[in-house]
C-alpha cells in the first residue's frame, strides 16, 4: 500500500518543478531601510572597499579553522545536509587560487563575480565613477530584472556606507551564487559538491537550480514529507547561518567591508523565507487536491497537473512584480510613506535571533499566511495572471500596469489591500533582520 501511495504522492509534489523564481523583487530597496533604523547600523563610520582576494589572503589560516567549524556545525545541526567533500576543505595556498579555493569551500558558482561597486536605481546614483553593465555583476543569461539599476564601480579602498554595502550585496545571491550546484545541472561544480541530484526545481531555467537554496519547506503536512522527503532537503539555513560566520569573522578580524557583505548575503534568504510562495509547497492547493490531480496525471490525464504548476508560478511571480513596481515607484517619487516603505522601517520589535529563526519564525509566519495570500491575489489581480493556466505572466508586457489595471477596476482600496498584505510579510523579514543584523554585530564585538 505504501509504494502505490508514493506513486501518487511523488508526482503530486513534482509539481514544484516550474516554481523556481526568485522571492522579493529588489532586495535593496527594502533591506537598507530595514536595517537604517538600527544606529549601530546607520550611525557606522564608512569602511574601505576590499577585493574579495585581499580578504582571504589576509585571513587564509584563520579562515580554515572557521570554514571547517561551519562545516562540522553544518552537519551536526543541519539532518537533510549533505557533507562538503573533503577535497574542497579551506587551506592556505597559492595566491593565485585563493579566490577559486574559497568559493568551492563555501560551495557557491565558481563563476560568481564579486566586482566593488555601489548599487542605485538609475538616474540616483551616490556614487561618481565607471557605470558598469548588469554582465558585469550577475552570471544569469536573463539580466532583465537589473533593468531599473545601475552600479558604479568602486576603487580599492575607497570609503563606502555600510548600509550601501548591506543593501547592495543583499541582492547578490539572485545575480547565480547558488545556480549550477547539483550533479544534475550539466556543470562542474555540480558534479564536484556533493549536493547530489537537484531534490526540486526545475534544473532547466537559467535561474531553477537555486531553488533549494532560496526555498525551505518546513511547515507542510506530514503526508507531504512521508511520500516526498526530499522537500526536507534545502539549504536556506546553511547559508544564512554561513554568511552569519563569514560577517563574523570579517568583522573580528578587520574587515568590515566583508563584515556587511556577507551579512547582506545572509538578510536574503531569511528575506526569502519570508515570502509565502517560498515556504509553502503550493499556496491555495489542498494536499487533497494536489494528490487527486496527480493521480488523473498518473492515470494519463496530465491536464489538471500541468494547469496547478501554471497557475500557482504565475501568482508567485505577478506578487513579486506588484512589489518591484510599488518600490520603485516609491523610491524614484520619494514616497518614503509608502506602506511598503514604512512596513520595513517601522520599529517593530523581534526576539533575539537565534538559529531556529529563519525556519520557527520567519518560514512559519509565511506559511500560515500562505492561503490568505492566494486568496487576496485571486479576488483582486487580474484573472488572466492569477486564474487562467493558458497564461504565462512574464510574457504578458501588460503586467508592468498591474497596479493601473487593479485600481481601474477594483479602486485604490484593493491596491491598498493588496500592498497591505506585502507589508505584513515584509515587516516580519525587517523585524527577524535587523535581529540577525544585531546578534552579528554583537558577536563580532
Excluded at 157 to 166: E, F, I, K, M, S
Excluded at 398 to 421: F, K, L, S, Y
Aim: charged content about 20%; some cysteine.
Amino acid at each position: 500500500m505504501k509504494t502505490s501511495l508514493f506513486r501518487i504522492a511523488l508526482p503530486a509534489l513534482l509539481l514544484l518543478a516550474s516554481l523556481s523564481a526568485p522571492a522579493w523583487e529588489h532586495h535593496p530597496l527594502f533591506t537598507g531601510p530595514a536595517l537604517s533604523i538600527l544606529p549601530e547600523a546607520a550611525q557606522a563610520a564608512p569602511v574601505p572597499v576590499e577585493p574579495l582576494e585581499a580578504f582571504l589572503l589576509s585571513v587564509e589560516a584563520e579562515l580554515a579553522e572557521v570554514l571547517a567549524a561551519e562545516e562540522a556545525w553544518s552537519r551536526e545541526n543541519l539532518p537533510m545536509y549533505a557533507p562538503r567533500p573533503d577535497a574542497l576543505a579551506f587551506a592556505p595556498g597559492s595566491a593565485r587560487t585563493v579566490r577559486e579555493r574559497f568559493l568551492q569551500a563555501i560551495r557557491v558558482n565558481p563563476e560568481m563575480m564579486t566586482p566593488l561597486y555601489a548599487f542605485s536605481l538609475a538616474g540616483m546614483a551616490a556614487y561618481e565613477g565607471r557605470k558598469l553593465n548588469a554582465s558585469e555583476v550577475s552570471v544569469l543569461e536573463d539580466l532583465s530584472a537589473l533593468d531599473p539599476f545601475e552600479f558604479t564601480a568602486l576603487e580599492p579602498g575607497a570609503p563606502v556606507a555600510p548600509l550601501d554595502v548591506v543593501a547592495a550585496s543583499s541582492n547578490e545571491p539572485d545575480y547565480g551564487l547558488d545556480v549550477g550546484l547539483f550533479e544534475d545541472n550539466g556543470t562542474p561544480a555540480g558534479q564536484a559538491y556533493g549536493f547530489g541530484v537537484q531534490p526540486f526545481g526545475n534544473p532547466n531555467l537559467d535561474f531553477g537550480s537555486q531553488a533549494p537554496f532560496h526555498m525551505g519547506y518546513y511547515h507542510e503536512a506530514g503526508i507531504v514529507f512521508a511520500f516526498a522527503s526530499f522537500l526536507k532537503v534545502s539549504y536556506p539555513e546553511h547559508r544564512i547561518h554561513l554568511y552569519k560566520t563569514l560577517s563574523e569573522f570579517a568583522f573580528r578580524t578587520g574587515h568590515p567591508y566583508w563584515g556587511w557583505r556577507f551579512m547582506g548575503w545572509g538578510l536574503h534568504y531569511l528575506a526569502d523565507l519570508s515570502q509565502p510562495y517560498h515556504a509553502t509547497v503550493l499556496p491555495g492547493v489542498s494536499v487533497m487536491r494536489m494528490l487527486w490531480i496527480n493521480l488523473l496525471d498518473i492515470l494519463g490525464w496530465s491536464g489538471p497537473k500541468d494547469d496547478a504548476v501554471q497557475l500557482v508560478s504565475n501568482q508567485h511571480l505577478i506578487m513579486e512584480v506588484w512589489q518591484g513596481i510599488e518600490m520603485v515607484r516609491a523610491w524614484t517619487g520619494g514616497d518614503m510613506d509608502h506602506p511598503l516603505i514604512r512596513a520595513v522601517t517601522a520599529p517593530v520589535s523581534a526576539p533575539e535571533y537565534t538559529d531556529a529563526t529563519p525556519r520557527a519564525m520567519v518560514a512559519r509566519r509565511a506559511f500560515a499566511r500562505a492561503k490568505s495570500t492566494c486568496a487576496l491575489l485571486l479576488k483582486y489581480l487580474p484573472a488572466a495572471f492569477v486564474s487562467d493556466p493558458s497564461v504565462e505572466v512574464m510574457d504578458r508586457p501588460e503586467r508592468h500596469e498591474v497596479v493601473e489595471t487593479v485600481v481601474d477596476r477594483h479602486g485604490v482600496d484593493a491596491a491598498a489591500e493588496i500592498n497591505a498584505m506585502e507589508a505584513g510579510l515584509l515587516s516580519s523579514f525587517a523585524a527577524h533582520g535587523r535581529a540577525y543584523a544585531r546578534a552579528i554585530l554583537a558577536a563580532a564585538g
